[in-house]
C-alpha cells in the first residue's frame, strides 16, 4: 500500500483527512431542508471524487437511523463512529452519521485505486 499524505479540511466545524491527490474541491450549492455545507473533492488524475456533506441538525438519532434502514443502510462503525453504510450505483459507497449535532453524508469510491484503499480503509482515514 502507498503513503496516505493528504489534507486536513474541516466542513461545518467537523474534521476530516483527506488522501493525497484530492485538492480540488467545489461548494455544492443545496436547497434542502437542512442548514450546512457539501463539498466535493475531485482527484483529476483518476477522475474520482469524494462528496461531504455536513449539516447542523437536531433531529433525533434513532429515526435518522431508523430511516437509512429503510432505505438499505446497514450498521457500520468506523473510528468510533456509529453510522450506516451502503453499496450505491456506479461502485459508490454512502456512509452517514450523527456526531453531536452534525449530520455526516458521505460518498465515496467503493475502491480508490491509486492508494489501495476499499471503502471501509478510506473511511477510516477521511473520519477523525
Same mark, same amino acid.
Given at each position: 500500500?502507498?503513503?496516505? $499524505? ?19 474541491? =467545489?461548494?455544492?450549492? %443545496?436547497?434542502?431542508?437542512? %442548514?450546512?455545507?457539501?463539498? /466535493?473533492?475531485?482527484?483529476? %488524475? ?5 462528496? /461531504?456533506?455536513?449539516?447542523? $441538525? %437536531?433531529?433525533? =438519532? ?6 437509512? $434502514? ?10 468510533g463512529k456509529d453510522g450506516y453504510g451502503k453499496l450505491s450505483y456506479g461502485l459508490r459507497y454512502g456512509y452517514c452519521y450523527?456526531?453531536?449535532? =452534525?449530520?455526516i453524508v458521505m460518498d465515496i469510491p467503493y475502491v480508490y485505486a491509486e492508494q489501495e484503499m476499499q471503502h471501509d480503509d478510506?473511511? $477510516?482515514?477521511?473520519?477523525?
Open positions: 500500500m502507498t503513503s496516505h $499524505s493528504g489534507n486536513d479540511v474541516t466542513i461545518n466545524g467537523v474534521g476530516f483527512h483527506l488522501p493525497a491527490g484530492f485538492d480540488e474541491s =467545489k461548494l455544492v450549492d %443545496e436547497n434542502g431542508s437542512l %442548514e450546512g455545507e457539501c463539498y /466535493i473533492y475531485k482527484n483529476n %488524475e483518476d477522475h474520482q471524487y469524494i462528496q /461531504i456533506g455536513v449539516y447542523n $441538525s %437536531e433531529k433525533d =438519532k434513532s429515526a435518522v437511523y431508523d430511516s437509512l $434502514s429503510r432505505h438499505g443502510y446497514s450498521p457500520e462503525t468506523i473510528n450523527i456526531d453531536n449535532d =452534525k449530520y478510506l473511511l $477510516s482515514y477521511l473520519i477523525k
